[in-house]
């Protein structure tokens, strides 16, 4: 008996053994979860960086890691909650306030002081102030872009919608579900991103649903784009999410997608037949709406070894270098200069992404109290707009409904 | 009606309504050993055509995903929380089989607990108390924490057996000069290898399909289990359905391989725990 | 003087439990504790050491209670373990009954047919999430040839149908359970009792009344309150296909539990509607006993 209880407690010992932590290294070693790491153009530059960087400091390695956008904030903040973050920290912008006020981001106030990132950073770097400390770097701002398949739209004999009512009435000519043909690819699933496609609706048509720091969900102007948007879904196939919507876009499945530039890289990846006809120009709508989309931070709990490390790598892809290759995968870089007139000119479609970019009004909330609680916001906007995609319940009841839920769950002082 | 024909009569109904039920498993296989223009269609083919069957799907999923290091984990955390649950439930089993204890009436109400204990709750306490034994992160949480699921079960089910076995057996062990640890050992252990096989199948087939405690109690994306890495790729991969199918198949196949190879102790187990009860 | 056999057999019954009460106690006692201290601890704390610092009060559950989302989901649960568990119990029994016949490959067939369950959950869905897809699902495409359909349903997405598309990967995968439970109760009952029922004149369906069913009655009920206490539990399945939407259409008890904790992040009012949901299970299974103690009396 004993001997087969310590057999097996050795075995089980090995089994677990091999769960041992990992090996004591006589470099650094930074871990970067991100989820970007495979996201076309954007991925490569990263590599390229982490390769430059890796050769400059060749006592530290950068371990690069793919999470799916849908699970990563989650699993962030449950890796901080556990006292466990990342060394290199990668937000996407919006969520940014809910760590900031958990206290869990190092102020980069004085590191900041000593490069030249606060002279040569657009005005959207000031979301990265939290409490009166600087806690980030932007990475990218945007402004909403609007892909389109101008061969379905010369089969219909339209041409580019310019207005709301232009591109509803598109989509609905190149719709035909029976032949599996779609007008438009958007989120119709439970997804981070469902919030910014109603969003961009809302702020596009010029409204607003957090007016003067209150819930307004019931304006009639903010009711009248949210019925838009839901309209708009119709002419989309369910089920959905932010990767499928453009892989279907890509396939040459559906003739338009609203997202950011950084789908542009994608798009290289579509079936020769198909890429001719995939074209990126301004959404029609009055206002662009966009925002800070992701940004670069240290965790306050990572030792200060490390910290320098990771310092030393958001200052090399801040360098204006790295910018400027950034600005050539397609994302609008935050470096002033950092596309020439001359790259402008030789590829037009940055040419509009960074005017966009550069009139892009803020969707992403900007009252206090609602962004160091995002996820709760996100959360019960994200189910009304399934309610209204799965459901005929009427609009201004669903987003009356959501207006008292956020009112009691989440209130503005 | 002859009986002969009855009997082929019966066996046809049984067939057709296995078939039937097995078809998931069999559509599985077969969207992922076809391209995506073959199944991406308003007709899918019910019988692959078979010059399109390749194993491309497959290639592709290895190829994006660490799906080996999936596999790995899987079977490290599989193995070592059986390991544990069995050793502790075999000795527990013994002790509530051979003496009537107090011990009874916890063990009775423990695995009435565990049966009605949601993982998806108890996780919370889980990943709290983990976080501040710093084993977030670690294949030990999880072997801790399917132990912890697998072990009042398998008890119940280790006892039922050595209820099977008659006490006669220590007692001449006795007689021959065996202390009752040396009976347990030499005597009774080998008697009971079709209990601890079936014990042993059901501990696995349930560490390697749990998915809630793997999905909470690890993050980083190297420890993930297959479950885990499977979840996380409908999201990612929802239009592929011949990655995700192919996906499917390389987390089933090994629990499809245990299962037929050792089902026939499985079925004996389960039925003699269930009849007991 | 030398401690008696009896004394050192008793020591030795307590050393070999040992293990396994420890195991209870660390991993299965302890969190229930920490579940009820949450519980009664309200306050949203990120880091889990201020959780325990907290003030005791019922805070979260006059939070949790006055949800709809927590009515909804036991109503949810309600309907899940109700749904799946009657399909799955007829189908069992039906097989059961079939595979009680003689015919040839049987042992092979059943072995075939317990298939279901030893498939992961999260594979479950995902096969499901496939056969069922509103646009190209082979479930769809049969019901459209068939005429049943004239558009496609979108089953995990319209919240209308997403209820019946996920209890129907949890049917497939709970049946065989009740099959080989009600098989083996099945095999044990005389074949002389059939005989007599013959003989006596009784149809078909009085032999089943009368001989089949006492004889399987106990074991098949332990199995329908075991499947329910499992339905009950279960997370991967719903959670791999729609966690829990669309629009909470399918958000159980379970389902809330995790979310609350995991994605809204307050452990509290979690751990709170777990308590609710044990207290729940814990008047099912009180209930159950007494019906069940009378079967195995």
Known sequence: MRKRFVRAAAAACLATGLAATAPAAAQTTLEFPTWQAEEPGVSTWWKALIAAYEKKYPDVKINLQQVPFAQFVKQMTVRFAAGNPPDIVHLPSRDFASFADQGWLEPLDTRLARTDIPANWPALQSEMQWNGKAQGVLLMGYGGMLYYNEQKLNDAKLG????????????????????????????????????VEMASFVIGEGADWLKGGKYNFTDPAVVKAVDQWRQATGYAPKGTNSATARQLFIDGKVTFLRDGPWVWGALAKAPADVRPNLKIGALPFPVTPGGASNSLHIAAKTDAKKKDAVWNFIVMAASPEWQSRYALTGSPAPRKGALTPADLAAHPHLKVINDEAAKAHNLFPEVQAVRAEYNDFATLVTKAAMRMISTQEPTPAVLSDLQAELTRQLPLK | MSSRLQRWLWFVLAAVTVALVLFPIYWMVVTSLLPSSIVLSRHPPLLPPLEHVSLDAFAGVFRRRPVLTWILNSTLVAVGSTLVSLVIATLAGYSLSRWQT????????????????????????????????HLIDTRAALVAANVAVGVPFATWMMKGFFDTLPRELEQAAAIDGCTPLQALWYVILPLARPGLAACAIYLAIVAWSEFVFARTLVTRADLWTVTVGLQSFVGEYLVDWPALMAAGVVSLAPMLVLFLLLEPFLVSGLTAGAVKQ | MRPSLHDAERRLAWLLLAPALLAVALLIAWPLYVIVQMSVRPGKALAISELMARPLGTANFERVLHQQALWDAFWHSAVYTVGSLVPAFVAGLLFALLFHRAFPARRWLR??????????????????LWMLDASYGVVNAVLRDLGILSTDIAWFVDARTAMAAVLVPTVWKSFPFFAITILAALQSIPETLYEAARVDGASAWQRFRYVTWPGIRGPALLAALLNALWTFREFDIIYASTRGGP????????ILVYREAFESFRFG??????????????IFVALSMRVLRKEFA
């Open chain 3, 247 to 254: 629009a909470g259409a399918t958000e159980t008890l379970g």
């Open chain 3, 269 to 282: 009012t979690a751990a709170a509607i777990g308590v609710l949901m044990l207290g729940t299970a814990t």
């Open chain 2, 102 to 133: 107090r011990a009874q009436k916890v063990a009775g109400a423990a695995l009435l607990l565990t049966k009605m204990l949601p993982g998806s709750l108890i996780v919370v306490p889980f990943f709290v108390m983990f976080t501040t034994a």
């Open chain 1, 160 to 195: 580019v919608p310019k207005t709301p009512d232009e591109w509803l009435a598109a989509m609905k000519a190149t719709t035909d579900a029976g032949k599996g043909q779609f007008g438009l690819a958007t989120i119709t699933a439970e997804h981070p991103n469902m919030v």
């Open chain 3, 111 to 128: 072995s075939l047919l317990l298939l279901p369950w030893a498939v992961p959950g999260v594979v479950v869905s995902i096969t499901f």
